[in-house]
């Protein structure tokens, strides 16, 4: 809301941009009791194209493990039965 406000009232695209956080690097961890957090994003980018690139047959594939996972459940349920 503040945002909206600064651009409402008269201050400039200077003002909005220093307000969203800026990461410079692809890394980032966190460590804290019982808790230890490492991310990256340098696949990101490589891993969006790739989608993009193979979207018919990604679609493709996890429609097939989808068959495969509820024939396997309707299986144990008979099993279980």
């Known amino acids: 809301m503040d945002g909206r406000r600064l651009r409402r009232f008269g201050r400039g695209r200077q003002a909005n941009k220093d307000l969203l956080p800026v ?29 993009r690139r193979y979207s018919r047959f990604l679609r493709l594939w996890f429609s097939v493990g989808v068959g495969f996972g509820l024939a396997a459940l309707l299986g144990g349920i008979m099993v279980c039965l």
């Open 23 to 51: 990461r410079l690097t692809r890394l980032s961890n966190t460590v804290s009791c019982w808790y230890c957090d490492f991310k990256s994003a340098v696949l990101n980018e490589p891993l969006f194209r790739f989608g």
